[in-house]
């Protein structure tokens, strides 16, 4: 039987989950926009248990928000959810067979909202979804763990849009990719361009011949004299010099190794938008059904580009559309849009990044809630990349209030688990028994409230235990019925 949501939350006291009869035992809005982590092996019931009855309560709640895909039967999942809960309406599937399209660079440039077309938002997103790709293509030069790399793919990427924004070019990655591909290099040639530049403002014919030739054979060249012939301000003026400074002198003189290394660093995260599925979904129109924005009104928009089917390419497209509508949230108005929204992210370990950790932050005063799910704390590990990862980690996952652990067979995580938990003052006795005399010891010493072992003897779900999942469950602040930080709770699967 279908059962329909019958209003949109805005408490934040409004309870989402019972987690037994006792009022200390409900678990609220307030906890969910501090976010939540689920760990739980194969087969454990993360997604069938807690992971369903979280986003049972979002969805009956009225929220809004996206999902990631990461399993191919994720999308399905989610129109049954939507359908129990009366919100098939406010679901949006965006899929390779749908009409939608989305082009981050255009919706960058043409949003609403302070911040809107600065270069600078362009390049921090280039940069963040370059790095991305850098890593899943195993590393190399530019994955972040020298800063100078990062810097110096920022400096290019600014200097390309300024020059297209300058010269009244389409930024595209097409175009940015061509500005780079055919920048002058060898040789300063700053003041070779001025006086051509200047000789031919004085009428001097053959200065206007060899300034066209150069611009027909360099892309780079071409915006840079259609920006010199537009009515500028003060501050494009000097926009102009700062990047005819660049490509014309500092980029133009670097070391061919150097400047091979920054420029295959793009490339590596450029090509894929060139041709196939980024560029079809990416990189051409935006489809307003699919704003960012429209979340705040309810809808849920499912990215079903799944990463089993897609891999990498899958990857992209979902990071460029989770890391713009982190922005959008973060810009909301909540007086406006007091509604909570929602990010899930399954199989979230393909997804992490560091403005996860930055958006996480201030996710509570956003009305945010990120659910993230994965088989164990190892996966984190393995894929965050970059120096310390554990320190990485460790900060994304301490802004995540709320940690569910289900079944797991990581040691790794389990003592990770076990340390979360924490330790308490507990009373040992022990007895001995010898043809002398017989002795007990009492003893007082820290011990893990939930020993790493018991997550592998959690239910996981079927027939045997009447599908019923098992779960330790602990949120920042809050102290259960039990007098604990921590519950075990039971979910049902079915």
Known sequence: MTRKFSKKVTDLDHPLIAFSDHPDDIWTVRDAVRGVQIFGGIGSGKTSG??????????????????????????????????????????????????????????????????????????????????MGNRLNGGGAGSGDDPFWDMALQRLIKASIDLLKLSRQDITVANITKVIREAPTGQDYRNDYNQLVGLSSDGNEEAYNNLNEWANNSYTIYCMVWAENQELNKQDSTTLEVVKGYFLTDFAILAEKTRSSITEYFYAFASPFRS?????????????????????EGKIIVLDFPIKKYLQLGIYAQSIYKRLWQQAVERRDTKKYPVPVFMWVDESQYFLSEEDMMFQTTARSSRACTVMLSQNISNY?????????????????????TKIFHANNDYVTNEWAANTIGKTFQIKTASSVSSQNDSISVSEALHFQVEPQEFTLLLSGSEVNDFDVEAYVTSAGKRWSNGANFIKAVFKQK
């Open 50 to 131: 807690s992971g369903r009855a979280l986003a049972m309560s979002f969805l009956r709640s009225g929220f809004g928000g996206i999902i990631l895909t990461g399993k191919v039967d994720e999308t399905e999942l989610w129109i049954e959810y939507a359908k129990q809960t009366g919100r098939s309406k406010d679901l949006l599937i965006f899929s390779e067979q749908s009409k939608y399209r989305f082009n981050p660079l255009e919706y960058e440039l043409t949003r609403e909202g302070e911040g809107a077309g600065q270069t600078e938002n362009l390049v921090a997103l280039f940069t963040s979804l370059a790095k």
């Open 276 to 296: 196939g599925l980024l560029a079809e979904y990416f990189a051409g129109t935006t489809s307003e059904e699919i704003l960012p924005e429209v979340t705040f």
């Open 381 to 401: 590990y393995a894929t965050i990349g970059g120096k310390h990862p554990q320190q990485r980690v460790n900060s994304l996952l301490g802004n995540l209030a």
